[in-house]
């Protein structure tokens, strides 16, 4: 039991009485109640805890799950909220490069008349264009190719 000796969980008595209510009442993520039902099965405060192999059988989870909620109920210093709670994301997700305008002069783009010597657009030609364009981003096909589909334009 090398995860109780390094990452102890003991538990309050108010803690437990609210992981029970995670676990049997209300409407909450499996993730959730699967890390509420990991700190009640390691324990400690009620008596002597089973091994690790044991108690991921019992609750369908892996070792290392049981090792990862040990150690973040540590690292938040006992706080079962932030313990069994999804984490907050390290960085912001990365804004997409097509807004609406960029959307706009995409699709006018695509419905005008192909260049000189081309009978019609095809996604490529449209990457080519618009990497020629100052004020609109450096766009993929495949992206080009998921604003015109989202739009419903066909590149006739």
């Not at 989202?150 to 590149?155: E, I, M, V, Y």
Request: hydrophobic content about 40%.
């Amino acid at each position: 039991m090398g995860s109780q000796k390094k990452w102890p969980v003991r538990l309050t008595v108010r803690d437990r009485e609210e992981l029970v209510r995670v676990t049997t009442t209300g409407v909450r993520g499996a993730s959730m109640i699967m890390r509420a039902r990991v700190l009640l099965a390691l324990d400690t405060s009620v008596g002597e805890v089973e091994a690790k192999e044991v108690i991921a059988t019992r609750l369908g989870v892996s070792g290392e799950t049981l090792r990862l909620v040990a150690k973040r109920f540590t690292e938040t210093g006992g706080d079962v909220h932030a313990t069994i709670a999804r984490k907050k994301r390290d960085l912001p997700p990365v804004p997409s490069p097509v807004t609406g305008e960029v959307e706009a002069r995409l699709i006018a783009m695509a419905c005008s008349q192909p260049p000189q010597g081309y009978a019609r657009w095809s996604l490529r030609l449209l990457e080519k264009h618009v990497a020629l364009v100052e004020d609109i981003p450096d766009l993929d096909h495949s992206t080009i190719g998921r604003v015109l589909k989202k739009r419903n334009c066909a590149l006739t």
